[in-house]
């Protein structure tokens, strides 16, 4: 079974600080891990993704995001936080191996809220 | 281009109805799959689609039924609403399973 946590309901960051909003995974194989996005009212949206290569991953809006295989996380991260950044972020992973069963399947962490303060 | 349409926006049921949401994508996706979003829980998945005439149950599928007769089109149907259905339901789609997922803006569901 894949499994994803996120170990913090909140976070807050003065603007202009850096965030991180941390994501820990369990899969049988390998993982496919997701980043989201989701503004109030909105659905989510994909921010970034690690599939296979370089562990730090660049995404969108200058959030990135490194995979650290030995510590199963996958942690999302900005140098300088806007008060726009202000959302409710979802870590999300999929195991690579198509024998585990839930392979077809993206399974979601709780959520983050990040407030950035001005 | 639309994207992700889902169709209605808010709903109110009394306990024992049923009802249609509805899920439309116009990026020729293959992949498209229902969730439940409920707070604390994340997003849960309901039942998902590889391709036209074929689904699959998710993590939470009792009391939905699903189809896929179109690759455009993947309505979810509650069967007789619980007070327990009461919930944020989003559709998404993507090329593949392991590409990033388009979601709708979701359909906010109240059963009395």
């Known amino acids: 079974a894949q499994s994803v946590a996120q170990p913090e309901d909140q976070v807050n960051v003065a603007e202009g600080n850096p965030l991180t909003v941390k994501c820990t995974y369990s899969?049988?194989?390998?993982?496919?891990l997701f980043w989201y996005v989701q503004y109030p009212n909105r659905g989510l949206q994909f921010l970034l993704k690690?599939?296979?290569?370089?562990?730090l991953v660049k995404g969108s809006y200058g959030f990135e995001a490194e995979f650290n295989k030995s510590q199963t996380s996958f942690h999302l991260k900005k140098p300088s936080a806007l008060v726009s950044d202000s959302a409710l972020y979802f870590c999300?992973?999929?195991?690579?191996?198509?024998?585990?069963?839930?392979?077809?399947?993206?399974?979601f962490g709780s959520g983050t809220q990040l407030t950035v303060l001005p | 281009n639309a994207g992700v349409t889902q169709t209605p926006k808010f709903q109110v049921l009394k306990t024992g109805q049923s009802m249609t949401l509805q899920c439309a994508q116009d990026?020729?996706?293959?992949?498209m799959s229902w969730y439940r979003q409920d707070p604390g829980m994340g997003l849960r998945l309901i039942h998902y689609?590889?391709?036209?005439?074929?689904?699959d149950q998710g993590e939470v599928p009792n009391g939905y039924n699903v189809s896929r007769s179109t690759t455009e089109d993947f309505p979810l149907r509650l069967l007789s609403a619980a007070p327990s259905q009461t919930s944020v339901y989003f559709c998404?789609?993507?090329?593949?399973?392991?590409?990033?997922?388009?979601f709708g803006d979701g359909t906010r569901l109240s059963i009395l």
């Open positions: 899969v049988s194989g390998n993982p496919y």
């Open positions: 998404a789609s993507s090329y593949g399973f392991n590409q990033p997922q388009h």
């Open positions: 999300a992973v999929r195991d690579i191996l198509i024998s585990s069963g839930s392979a077809r399947q993206l399974t």
């Open positions: 990026m020729n996706h293959e992949y």
């Open positions: 690690y599939i296979t290569g370089d562990n």
């Open positions: 689609s590889v391709g036209a005439g074929i689904t």
